[in-house]
């Protein structure tokens, strides 16, 4: 290898490497498990019955209400494992 060549390889390692990031840290955050709402049971509409029968109207209402239930508990879980998180980063 020529002298010449030597300093080019030289330079180019030299450049390159003060361009070189550091990895970034990971960091493991312990948490404490939140509660989770168990995935309800819904009632089924009765398909022999129209759909705005009275019977199948009762049996989506209790079903929205339960999908609602489940949606805030679900909403909670997530909250609590954030503001673990959140806990986390302020110290």
Do not use: F, W
């Not at 003060?18 to 995935?39: D, G, H, N, S, Y």
């Not at 199948?56 to 954030?82: F, K, S």
């Amino acid at each position: 290898m020529t002298q010449r060549a030597l300093l080019l390889l030289l330079g180019s390692i030299a450049l390159c490497s003060a361009c070189a990031k550091p990895a970034p840290m990971i960091m493991t955050v312990p948490v404490v498990e939140c509660p989770a709402p168990v995935r309800p049971t819904l009632p089924d509409v009765d398909p022999a019955l129209p759909l705005d029968h009275a019977a199948n109207v009762e049996v989506l209402m209790i079903r929205d209400d339960a999908y609602r239930a489940y949606a805030q508990g679900l909403e909670a879980a997530v909250q609590c494992y954030r503001s673990q998180v959140e806990a986390s980063h302020d110290h």
